[in-house]
């Protein structure tokens, strides 16, 4: 295609910008050859000019389409340049917040500065399995894709991870090992893979720094191996180190720190251990406070150090190890603060010696303080003839400081990788590795010096191994597929490294250099100047004579030569090292050793089948020697060595970005990010395939895409190839834009673009086509709408003119009607007026007249009433007057008449008669009279005396009062003026009474007033109150009800809450259980292991049938295979022998977790011990306060049954003995044998019935006893409470109790207590025994750990085979002190049981002599027991449900019945026919009483079936048969074991076979575990089954057809991917249907149907959306909607299968949900809120994501707005949704067994003669 047919209207393109590198803009008029010009217009609708006549200026690039940005893979665009790239990145980078994106082999990361939660373990096992090309670009598809490699094709891999300082390299590499890691976890107990992690802390600590580009930055460049065995399980590692800055450890720059471990061990120094070292704050020592700030935000090195250390610890460095480590550090600081004094102006220098920092140094390094301080400020010259000691200067000894203090760092930082590869180490074979490097990426600066010089030679080297490499795999792709191979040209940088390291080149100069005495870093630039000059790749500065200039393949470099000869030879004097090697500690002197890495590498080197590892840096030699390697030769060698290694591995490239240099989050810097991409050989990867045919399509894929373009005539054809080919032949005329392969289609750049831009015109043609016929019928439609409304306006219009007209007419008659009334009325209301005013006036004066009489009527009444009031006066004064004479008379007249009276009555009292009637009787009187005279006389005489008394004391008083009353007339006078002012005062108070009386009327005033006013509103608030009350009950009523409804949901939520936590609890005990099964079996598996190393020294594979679950037959608890594992060690050794042992370390590994498990025994007998000395204290604190009547209750009914048992069983064996005396007494004088053996069997039938009697007495008297204890303790609180509350009324109080009774339970009381004391008593010393034995065990536990705990320290100071050795000999003598006392105590047993045999073999003679005797029994009693016993025989002959079978036959039935049988063979009968079978044998054991049998049968059952489903672990069909019959067994047991709660729904027969003797409820629980066990098999066979279906038959599947044309293009696919099987969802739900169908079958219960498909749903749904969440090409509206119809399909399924109660519909409510959030759509706020309010199964995480990938399908379709999704943000922040953005698919709903008894009774059932069970015998 030409220029003018690509840069037309409308199309966009990229310029050239001086702030964003490359700009957008479109061009608004054609291009035509020849035009001068190109006009454009920017993105802010500015116009531009572009020129094209300028000298280098070309046709600016073409922008992809938008359906092209924001591809996983760069290379999959169709315009491949630098702007397209650096576009891809940025969208992706701020827009979707995606940090890895794929450019072909290369995954491009960028830092985003924050903690993304997309790395956690779910995320692991997300891309675990899974394609390349199939998921979201991810560092865990690269470790995937490597593991993947490295398994296949059985070749080691590499990953190599680059990029500046700050770009993220050091965090991939550790996220790449921690797949490694979780992926392939070690097989053996080593733990190697947590070793591995282990050693990032160690090494971030002595090798990371704070730089100015990055907080921890490493200063060193890494290579680890990790080894896997055939197993592909990690089983070593190994690490190499390349380039230690070394001159950080002297000098830092601003704003930079030195190695984080010195900080760390400041920040630590407080701690006790360390206060030797002499440490204080980082601020205080010169070489770590040179760079200013000695903290970095965000982190505590304090905390740090404690991860470090306890990595130390985790990689066996030995703790004295570790302080020599410290020691070594602290005395670097303490070097680096000496003093150095000058003399003679410099030339002379020395340090003095009570320096405390020398002192430190000295004493920390054990070396001699005054040799250190001689030769720290003198070197030794050594010539020919002799040897001088020479000063040095000020500027000299600084300089042999700073080397001393390089040096140890160097040699201690080579010590610690050393220890650290020996932990790393194993003897097991390696089979293959994957190696991750993490090495420094190209680097220029201001200054660049040596270290820069290196780290671009190795970017170099690794450079052109990539270009190679991605040139291999193009042509690879080429030839693979038939394509024509042209040559393409890529830069090649070997003159660029010939430069460097050719023979004459610039290190070649740099080494001869250093050999010249008096060599400088001038001299050296001026040979490189004269050797180099002509090389395009070296150029020199204009302006300087001591710099040259490199012409790398990123940018060229300017370098100063200065230091570069002193870097390079690494100068360190000999004398201080000498020094050094003296040390007086071990570990010290080691560090200087020159031959000290010899053996290592020897035999590191021996173990490696494919690459010969050496250590990274040679052993370190003598100073000043002639022979010892420079700087620059050492690194040459290791770099040659790590390509060799690479140049022999698949390697994979991680190219880390750093977006900005202000470390912000998720800022990107367009200027930085292109100057990576440049360094790194991200664009040399796009130009490589730019230059080919970057575009591949799969002929499918091109025919569902561009199948609109064809002709229906090339459609009818079958050959989709020939479609393609014809269609590519019509459209692309240029046959070499494009190529066909064998099953792709190859592109030149930019063809995609122009099919898009076809396909794109043909759909713009197709809508406005569409647009046109929609747009017709939609103007007809409005016509015919219109014309309708005309004709319907008309029609109202005309009725409506009727209608006014009308209304006209109505109002025009109304109106004179209205005025006629109206005139009516005024003439009326003119005639009323003048009728009232006459009226008026009329009344008005006729009401005046009348006035008038009415007054002359009233003063005429007045003055006669006047009259009468007068006169009457008048007449009552004349009779007043009358009245008071007649008075006068009548008084007068009286007085008259009683004068007369009085005289009469004197005359006659003067007369003797009359005195004589007086005189009789008086002188009795008068006697009387005389003693009564006498008596008051004496009386008297006493009074007078009185009186006189008195008068003399009352005239004394007198006197007294005279005299006081004189005196209080004197102080009278004297107060006189205080009377006036207290006159006054009451005259004011009087005053103020009165006032305060006025305010007092007024206040009462005011007081009524306001009492009248409360009155009112108490009145008006009590008529409120009411209305309250009426409103308060009805709110009350509401609330009732409210509250009803409320304590209702309340109990649903708590009703919730409770399941959820039962819920959790039954997971946590069923994931307990599925451990105990893993652990089983692995111990299963190490077993097979040992037996086939034990049988053969090659590998041959164990029958899978061996099982080693007998050895928890017997015992149903949990049992660990450690004494197994040294078991077969031991035999190992007797059998191949020392030397072939000694040889392997599994052993002595073994041996390790042995002494690991010893030490958590010991803490868990610690914790035991602790915890019963607690409980025993709660114990005895409960007994005494808490509780005391129900533990007096169960005490006194212990106690008592304990005595009532014993003194019944001494009367028993009496009766037995006299019994015994009785028959053999018969026996010795009767000769009858018969008679012997029934009247023997009658005594037994006897002692049988007595004895039930006589339990049942013992338990009636025992509750008879406790009810009258316990009455008696009521009677007694009773008695006690009264006294308390003697008002208190209480239940039972009035209930009588006789005095017998009372007497016996206070004495029950007393007996209760005695027992309660003794057993108190027991418990407690039996407790302090018990203590006493733990205590003792726990020190020769302790004393043990320690044994072997110093034996393990010195094995670990000797050589790896010397260790093995030790540790074989170790575990020799203990097993064999251990066989010793299993000896003695097997001699003892042995003893025991030859005695019970000869006590045995004794009693047996005595029962035959008994036998042999004869009794005499009555002859008629002989018929009649026998006719009982044949009767009791014919009873029994009915078949009863129960199967008898000999003991020696157990072992057929279970092969029968169990191992080898077929569920075909049993598909004819009754469902779970081996559960009831087994069910009727054991309740046979229990009818005959057998205890062994039971035992015998229920263990050999349950290992039967272990067998069983070990040996058809992946068969669906035979686990689901014994889940149902292990279930029906459970359920069996549960319903024949008598318990009430189990026999609700059993008839009167069933309850006839219930067990009678035995109580299994422990085997129903070991059953249960069994029964867990076999349902998780099951899913897990279910699981692996389906698994593989699910993302290709949910979310691949085209269900709906049609959907498949709108497919997102340009997603490439890897060549590992090419082969992957596809599912149907129809092959999906036949899965499912079989699944159903088997369980179904089998007789499985529904209940457990349900469970099993709603963990396969959520499985499902957790898988898909996982996917979905990982996946971009899946993110879209076509994928949305035929996600949705599959899930239909799934639900309608479900519906049809009656699972609707299963709850497996609701696990795929996320699902749901993910599929309408695609289909939604996706721009205003509203959208927003419906997404929220819908999405309420997916976490915010999720949301966002989804958002995020979603893809539009075609370019009409708009992309989701970052504004979209941050209010989608903004409203879901309020929800507290989990962190994890995946689901954990492997998570499993807990089961439950729901109890379901059979209706089928035992007597019912039929043997089939298949099961070849003749031998059991129904009874």
């Not at 004495?1307 to 407690?1324: F, I, P, S, Y």
């Not at 497919?1607 to 060549?1615: E, F, H, L, W």
């Amino acid at each position: 295609m030409s220029a003018a047919q690509l840069y037309t209207k409308y199309t966009r393109v990229w310029i050239p910008d001086p702030d964003e590198v490359w700009r957008s803009a479109e061009i608004i008029k054609d291009y035509k050859e020849g035009d001068k010009s190109l006009q454009l217009k920017l993105e802010d609708e500015t116009l531009y000019e572009y020129p094209l006549d300028l000298p280098g200026s070309e046709l600016p690039f073409l922008r992809n389409p938008d359906i092209l940005v924001g591809q996983n893979d760069l290379t999959a665009l169709s315009y491949l340049h630098e702007p397209a790239v650096l576009h891809n990145l940025k969208v992706r980078f701020l827009e979707s917040n995606h940090i890895y994106t794929y450019c072909g082999i290369v995954l491009v990361a960028i830092n985003p500065y924050e903690q993304l939660p997309i790395y956690e373990q779910d995320v692991i096992y997300a891309y675990s399995g899974q394609n390349m090309g199939d998921m979201d670009p991810h560092i865990f598809a690269v470790a995937e894709e490597a593991y993947k490699q490295m398994a296949r094709d059985e070749k080691n891999q590499s990953i190599i991870v680059s990029g500046e300082s700050g770009a993220g390299k050091t965090v991939s590499a550790k996220y790449a090992m921690r797949f490694f890691a979780t992926v392939g976890g070690s097989a053996s107990e080593t733990n190697i893979e947590a070793k591995v992690l282990a050693s990032s802390p160690i090494m971030e600590a002595i090798g990371n720094a704070k730089t100015t580009r990055n907080d921890n930055s490493s200063r060193f460049g890494k290579y680890i191996q990790i080894g896997f065995d055939k197993r592909y399980h990690i089983i070593g590692a190994n690490m190499r180190t390349y380039l230690l800055e070394k001159s950080r450890v002297v000098f830092q720059a601003e704003d930079e720190r030195n190695y984080h471990i010195f900080y760390q061990l400041c920040a630590s120094s407080s701690l006790p251990e360390f206060k030797d070292l002499g440490l204080t704050c980082a601020e205080d020592f010169f070489y770590t406070s040179q760079g200013g700030d000695t903290s970095i935000d965000g982190v505590d090195d304090a905390v740090d150090f404690e991860k470090t250390r306890h990595a130390f610890t985790l990689l066996g460095v030995k703790e004295s190890h570790q302080m020599t480590i410290f020691r070594i550090i602290a005395a670097i600081l303490h070097l680096g603060n000496l003093k150095i004094q000058g003399e003679r102006d410099g030339e002379v220098c020395s340090v003095s010696s009570e320096d405390e920092h020398l002192s430190n140094f000295c004493s920390l390094l054990g070396v001699e303080h005054s040799q250190m301080q001689h030769w720290l400020c003198h070197r030794k010259l050594v010539t020919t003839a002799e040897t001088y000691v020479k000063s040095m200067s000020l500027h000299q000894v600084v300089n042999a400081r700073n080397a001393l203090a390089k040096h140890i760092y160097a040699q201690l930082f080579n010590w610690i990788v050393q220890h650290v590869n020996k932990a790393l180490h194993t003897t097991v074979k390696q089979h293959s590795f994957i190696g991750v490097l993490d090495i420094y990426g190209f680097e220029t600066f201001e200054v660049n010096s040596f270290e820069q010089f290196c780290i671009n030679y190795a970017n170099e080297k690794l450079q052109q191994q990539f270009n190679s490499h991605v040139f291999k795999l193009e042509q690879e792709e080429y030839m693979k597929e038939g394509i024509p191979w042209t040559l393409i040209d890529f830069y090649d940088n070997q003159p660029c490294i010939d430069l460097i390291e050719a023979k004459l080149g610039i290190l070649d100069l740099l080494d001869e250099e250093c050999k010249v005495p008096k060599g400088t870093d001038q001299n050296w630039a001026q040979k490189l100047y004269d050797r180099h000059a002509a090389s395009q790749h070296f150029q020199k500065p204009r302006m300087s004579n001591t710099s040259f200039i490199v012409l790398h393949f990123a940018d060229k470099v300017e370098y100063q030569s200065e230091g570069f000869l002193e870097k390079n030879r690494d100068t360190v004097y000999e004398e201080q090292i000498n020094i050094l090697k003296a040390s007086k500690y071990q570990m010290v002197a080691d560090l200087f050793q020159e031959d000290k890495d010899a053996v290592p590498a020897a035999a590191v080197a021996k173990r490696t089948p494919r690459i010969n590892v050496r250590s990274a840096k040679p052993a370190f030699k003598a100073a000043n020697k002639e022979h010892r390697k420079t700087v620059g030769h050492q690194f040459r060698n290791s770099l040659q060595l790590l390509m060799e290694t690479l140049n022999a591995t698949t390697p994979h490239y991680v190219r880390c970005i750093k977006p900005n240099d202000e470390k912000l989050p998720f800022k990107f810097d367009p200027k930085r990010a292109v100057q990576q991409l440049r360094a790194c050989g991200v664009l040399e990867t796009i130009r490589i395939s730019a230059a080919g045919f970057p575009s591949r399509w799969s002929y499918s894929d091109f025919f569902n895409r561009y199948r609109v373009l064809m002709n229906k005539r090339d459609l009818s054809k079958n050959d989709k190839k020939q479609i393609c080919q014809t269609l590519l032949e019509d459209l692309i005329k240029d046959p070499d834009k494009f190529q066909f392969g064998r099953t792709k289609i190859f592109f030149r750049a930019g063809q995609v673009a122009y099919l898009e831009k076809l396909r794109a015109d043909k759909f713009r043609a197709a809508t406005i086509m569409i647009q046109k016929t929609v747009r017709g019928w939609l103007q007809r439609a409005r016509y015919q709408r219109l014309r309708r409304a005309t004709l319907a306006l008309q029609r109202y219009a005309r009725g409506h003119l009727a209608r006014r007209l009308f209304q006209h007419l109505r109002r025009t008659r109304a109106a004179i009607i209205l005025q006629k009334q109206y005139r009516m009325l005024r003439m009326r209301r003119a005639f009323l007026r003048v009728r009232s005013a006459t009226l008026t006036i009329q009344a008005f004066a006729r009401g005046m007249f009348v006035r008038r009489i009415y007054h002359q009527m009233l003063t005429e009444h007045k003055a006669t009433i006047l009259q009468k009031y007068a006169r009457g006066w008048l007449a009552r004064a004349r009779f007043r007057r009358a009245r008071a004479a007649a008075v006068v008379l009548q008084c007068h007249w009286r007085r008259l008449r009683a004068r007369r009276q009085l005289q009469a009555l004197r005359i006659e009292a003067r007369s003797a008669q009359h005195l004589k009637k007086l005189n009789i009787g008086m002188e009795n009187k008068v006697v009387q009279l005389q003693r009564k005279v006498d008596e008051q006389n004496k009386e008297n005489k006493l009074l007078n005396e009185q009186l006189s008394m008195l008068t003399s004391a009352h005239s004394s008083e007198v006197e007294k009062l005279k005299k006081e009353l004189q005196q209080y007339q004197q102080t009278q006078q004297g107060d006189g003026k205080q009377l006036l002012s207290l006159q006054e005062e009451m005259e004011k108070l009087r005053m103020e009474l009165e006032r305060a009386h006025g305010e007092r009327e007024v206040l009462e005033d005011s007081h009524g007033k306001e009492r009248d006013l409360l009155r009112k509103r108490i009145s008006d608030l009590e008529e409120e109150n009411a209305l309250l009350k009426q409103e308060k009950e009805e709110l009350n009523n509401r609330i009732l009800c409210q509250s009803e409804d409320e304590f209702a949901r309340n109990t649903v939520e708590e009703n919730m809450q409770m399941k959820k936590e039962l819920e959790e609890e039954r997971s946590r005990y069923q994931n307990l259980v599925k451990e105990y099964a893993s652990l089983e079996q692995r111990y299963d598996n190490l077993r097979d292991e040992m037996t086939i190393f034990k049988q053969t020294p090659g590998h041959r594979r164990n029958p899978s049938n061996q099982s080693s679950l007998e050895s928890d037959s017997n015992n149903p608890s949990i049992c660990t295979s450690e004494i197994g594992d040294t078991e077969d060690v031991i035999q190992q050794v007797e059998e191949i022998g020392m030397e072939k042992a000694a040889m392997d370390m599994t052993l002595f590994l073994k041996l390790q977790k042995r002494v690991r498990e010893l030490e958590l025994e010991r803490k868990k007998l610690q914790a035991q011990l602790e915890k019963k000395e607690q409980d025993s204290k709660k114990s005895q604190v409960i007994e005494i306060k808490t509780e005391v009547t129900s533990e007096h209750e169960d005490f006194a009914y212990n106690s008592l049954k304990r005595q009532e048992l014993e003194s019944e069983n001494k009367k028993l064996k009496n009766e037995l003995n006299e019994l015994r005396k009785a028959i053999a007494d018969h026996a010795t004088q009767n000769n009858s044998s018969n008679d012997v053996q029934d009247g023997y069997n009658l005594l037994l039938n006897q002692l049988k019935s007595a004895n039930e009697e006589l339990e049942v007495r013992k338990e009636e008297v025992l509750i008879l006893r406790s009810q009258i204890m316990k009455a008696a303790q009521q009677k007694e609180t009773g008695k006690n409470m009264e006294s308390i509350s003697p008002n208190a009324s209480w239940p039972n109080s009035d209930r009588h109790v006789d005095q017998e009774d009372a007497i016996e339970a206070y004495q029950g009381m007393c007996e209760t207590n005695r027992l309660l004391e003794a057993q108190l008593q027991d418990q407690r010393r039996e407790h302090e025994e018990e203590m006493e034995a733990l205590k003792n065990q726990v020190d020769l536990m302790q004393e043990e750990l320690e044994k072997q705990q110093q034996a393990f320290l010195q094995t670990l100071q000797l050589s790896p085979e010397v260790q093995v050795e030790f540790g074989l000999q170790q575990e020799i003598t203990r097993l064999t002190n251990e066989n010793l006392d299993l000896k003695e105590l097997l001699e003892k047993s042995e003893k025991n049981e030859k005695k019970l045999k000869k006590q045995l073999k004794i009693y047996m003679k005595k029962v035959q002599d008994f036998e042999a005797s004869h009794t005499m029994v009555p002859v008629e009693r002989r018929p009649h027991e026998r006719n009982m016993q044949v009767a009791v025989q014919r009873k029994e002959k009915d078949f009863q449900g129960m199967l008898e079978y000999y003991k020696e036959d157990e072992p057929l039935l279970i092969r029968n019945l169990i191992t080898d049988l077929k569920p075909q063979a049993v598909s004819a009968t009754v469902p779970c026919l081996p559960a009831y079978i087994l069910y009727m044998c054991i309740r046979h054991a229990d009818y005959i009483n057998d205890d062994q049998k039971v035992h015998s049968l229920l263990t050999s059952t349950i290992n039967g079936v272990k067998k069983v489903l070990k040996k058809h672990q992946d068969d669906f069909e035979m686990t689901s048969f014994w889940l149902a019959n292990t279930c029906r067994l459970l359920h069996c047991l549960k319903q024949y074991s008598g318990e009430e709660g189990f026999m609700t729904q059993n008839t009167a027969k069933q309850n006839e076979h219930c067990l009678k003797n035995f109580d299994l409820t422990e085997y129903r629980q070991v059953l249960g575990h069994v029964s867990i066990q076999i349902y998780q098999q099951l899913i897990n066979i279910a699981e692996g089954i389906l698994q593989p279906m699910i993302v290709s038959a949910v979310l691949e599947n085209e269900s709906i057809q049609g959907l498949s044309s709108v497919k997102p293009v340009g997603y490439r696919k890897y060549a590992s991917n090419a082969g992957d099987s596809s599912y149907s969802l129809d092959e999906m739900i036949r899965q499912l249907n079989t699944f159903h169908s088997i369980m179904c079958d089998q007789g499985l219960d529904p209940e457990i149907i349900q469970q099993v498909f709603k963990q396969l749903f959520y499985m499902i749904n957790a898988i898909a959306l996982n996917n979905l969440l990982l996946r971009k090409d899946v993110c879209s509206w076509s994928t949305g909607m035929q996600l949705r119809f599959n899930i239909s399909q799934l639900e309608e399924w479900l519906r049809g299968k009656n699972l609707q109660q299963s709850g497996a519909a609701q696990t795929l409510e996320p699902l749901i949900q993910a599929a309408q959030l695609l289909q939604l759509k996706k721009k205003t706020s509203e959208d927003a809120e419906a997404i929220c309010s819908l999405c309420t199964s997916l976490t915010t995480q999720q949301i966002v994501k989804i958002l995020n990938l979603y893809t539009p399908v075609n370019e009409f379709e708009e992309r989701v707005t970052v504004a979209f999704i941050r209010n989608i943000q903004k409203q879901l922040q309020e929800r507290n949704d989990p962190p994890q953005l995946l689901l954990d698919f492997k998570h499993m709903f807990p089961v439950l067994f729901p109890f379901n008894p059979s209706a089928i009774t035992m007597d019912s059932i039929h043997l089939p003669a298949s099961l070849n069970l003749d031998f059991l015998n129904k009874v």
